[in-house]
C-alpha cells in the first residue's frame, strides 16, 4: 500500500463508519417512535382505568342508595302493610266468631 492509497483506505473506513453510525441513529429513531407510541397506550389505557373506577364509584353509591331505600323505606312501609293485614284478619276473625 502506497502513501497515497492510506487517506484513501483511511477515507473509506470512516465513510464506513459514518454509514455504521447513520443505521444506528435511523434505529434509535425509530425505537423512539415505538416508546412513543407504547407511552401514548399506556396514557389511554390510564385515562380509560381512572374512567372505569369513576364508574365504579358511581355503582357503588347508587348500589349503597339503593340499600338504604330498601332498608328505611321499602320495609318499614312492607312492615306497615303487614300490620294493618293483621288487624284487619284480627276484625273478620271477631266478625267470623260473632256469626259462628
Same mark, same amino acid.
Request: proline residues 1%; without cysteine.
Given at each position: 500500500m502506497t !502513501?497515497?492509497?492510506k487517506p484513501d483506505l483511511i477515507l473509506s473506513k470512516m465513510q464506513g463508519m459514518e454509514t455504521g453510525m447513520q443505521g444506528m441513529e435511523n434505529e434509535? %429513531?425509530?425505537?423512539?417512535?415505538?416508546?412513543q407510541g407504547m407511552? @401514548? =397506550?399506556?396514557? !389511554?389505557?390510564e385515562t380509560r382505568m381512572?374512567?372505569?373506577?369513576s364508574d &365504579?364509584?358511581? *355503582? =357503588? %353509591?347508587? *348500589? +349503597? @342508595?339503593?340499600d &338504604? +331505600? &330498601?332498608e328505611n323505606?321499602?320495609? *318499614?312501609?312492607?312492615k306497615r302493610i303487614a300490620e294493618g293485614l293483621e288487624s284487619e284478619l284480627r276484625r273478620v276473625k271477631e266478625r267470623l266468631d260473632q256469626i259462628a
Amino acid at each position: 500500500m502506497t !502513501d497515497s492509497e492510506k487517506p484513501d483506505l483511511i477515507l473509506s473506513k470512516m465513510q464506513g463508519m459514518e454509514t455504521g453510525m447513520q443505521g444506528m441513529e435511523n434505529e434509535m %429513531q425509530g425505537m423512539e417512535t415505538r416508546m412513543q407510541g407504547m407511552e @401514548n =397506550k399506556m396514557q !389511554d389505557m390510564e385515562t380509560r382505568m381512572q374512567t372505569m373506577e369513576s364508574d &365504579l364509584q358511581e *355503582v =357503588k %353509591q347508587k *348500589v +349503597t @342508595n339503593i340499600d &338504604l +331505600t &330498601l332498608e328505611n323505606e321499602i320495609r *318499614v312501609n312492607i312492615k306497615r302493610i303487614a300490620e294493618g293485614l293483621e288487624s284487619e284478619l284480627r276484625r273478620v276473625k271477631e266478625r267470623l266468631d260473632q256469626i259462628a
